[in-house]
């Protein structure tokens, strides 16, 4: 929640007279660190969904409540958004559409032979991680007509543009071709997270 990438969107809500709720997953910033470990929001969505049953308990309206996250808190706010019906519109910067495809990729660019992928994979189960146990494209359907923006820098060798429209091709199928929003924003230029600094006039419209 400190970090600049999100930061500036908040601050760009928050001009336009939005009240924002920023919070730490599990194991980040500021929150407990119980393990350390990175679940690719198929633990962490139950953070997200904690954050929004307090809200809800503050008083607020279910249709005044959205999402935003960023890669990693991109893929956590779709899964939760799939979870909870209630949750009005979700909005997704540079999210992967599944968590063993993202961490293959990356073993791949850290320089790393792709058959760690499968060792990632048993770790995790070691210790009660399932990877394909939430898929955030599988979520999409749950989402239905519900408000979804999915955004993504055209230059992100970290999570691959693919996964946005790996997204969008979901959010047809679950919506049909008249649905809303089934065209990705896509950034040129943009690197990993850095849509809002490469285009900050449009993403600020846009969101």
Request: net charge negative.
């Amino acid at each position: 929640r400190r970090d600049p990438v999100l930061r500036l969107p908040a601050g760009m809500l928050h001009r336009n007279g939005f009240a924002v709720l920023l919070v730490d997953l599990r194991d980040m910033g500021d929150s407990e660190v119980v393990d350390g470990r990175y679940s690719g929001g198929t633990q962490e969505y139950l953070d997200v969904l904690g954050a929004w049953d307090w809200l809800r308990a503050q008083g607020l309206p279910a249709e005044r409540i959205g999402l935003l996250g960023e890669s990693n808190g991109a893929a956590t706010v779709v899964i939760a958004a799939g979870e909870e019906s209630g949750i009005a519109a979700t909005w997704e910067d540079s999210g992967y559409s599944d968590t063993s495809t993202v961490i293959r990729e990356e073993v791949r660019y850290q320089g790393f032979p792709e058959v760690l992928t499968l060792g990632a994979t048993a770790w995790a189960l070691l210790y009660g991680i399932d990877l394909a146990e939430h898929r955030p494209i599988d979520a999409i359907a749950a989402i239905g007509t519900r408000r979804l923006a999915i955004n993504h820098g055209l230059s992100d060798d970290r999570v691959q543009p693919h996964h946005a429209l790996d997204f969008a091709r979901a959010r047809e199928e679950a919506v049909g071709k008249d649905g809303p929003d089934l065209e990705p924003w896509f950034v040129p230029g943009a690197e990993h997270v850095q849509l809002a600094f490469a285009a900050p006039g449009e993403y600020e419209r846009r969101v």
